[in-house]
């Protein structure tokens, strides 16, 4: 009798799910790396795993395949795992920026206005300058843009990295355990 195979996008929410308390751990520890220094570690380490999790998350679908599995529906399932990851740990830094600290903006930007202004660098001098102005005249982005260019950036950026890593899952053939 024979099993039947979860959809793609099945398998992709399903990883989304956890994909989405992953990026949503890297994002807290990027908003925290100005404070904490190892947060900026773990937020690097966090984002250079990202190919490996996906890779792993393909494979296990490959694998349970028994190696049937096509190139489109592995490459959909990586997509479907970046919208569905990259709207969980969305909401939450809406509500995080939006709600909880509202300033969080603000502060990000002043920061980085703080760090050009302390180097020789005059190009950055300027940058901090231009930043200067836009939050003087209130044109710093507001928390949904952020949240959408994001999603928009992880499922763009996915697509590219699951288009690849499908390739890599499926050229690496399967051990057979008969």
Same mark, same amino acid.
Request: glycine content about 6%; aromatic content about 12%; hydrophobic content about 50%.
């Given at each position: ?6 959809? %793609? ?14 990026? @949503?751990?890297?994002? +807290? ?49 990586? @997509?479907?795992? +970046? ?11 809406? %509500? ?33 300058? %231009? ?12 928390? @949904?843009?952020? %949240? ?31």
């Amino acid at each position: 009798m024979a099993t039947k195979q979860k959809s %793609v996008y099945k398998r992709g929410a399903d990883d989304g799910l956890f994909f989405g308390i992953y990026l @949503i751990i890297m994002f +807290f520890a990027s908003a925290f790396s100005m404070a904490v220094p190892f947060a900026g570690l773990l937020s690097m380490i966090l984002v250079l795993g990202v190919p490996f999790l996906i890779y792993r998350f393909l494979r296990r679908s490959y694998v349970n395949d028994s190696g049937t599995t096509q190139f489109s529906a592995l490459w959909v399932q990586g @997509i479907t795992t +970046f919208f569905c990851g990259s709207l969980i740990s969305g909401i939450v830094a809406l %509500v995080y920026m939006q709600w909880i600290n509202p300033d969080f903006i603000a502060t990000q930007v002043q920061s980085l206005i703080d760090v050009y202004m302390a180097t020789d660098w005059e190009e950055g001098k300027e940058i901090a300058k %231009v930043l200067t102005k836009m939050i003087e005249q209130n044109l710093l982005p507001t928390p @949904i843009n952020i %949240v959408i260019e994001s999603i928009w950036l992880a499922v763009f950026t996915g697509s590219i990295l699951s288009m690849i890593l499908s390739i890599v899952v499926q050229a690496r053939k399967i051990k057979n355990n008969n």
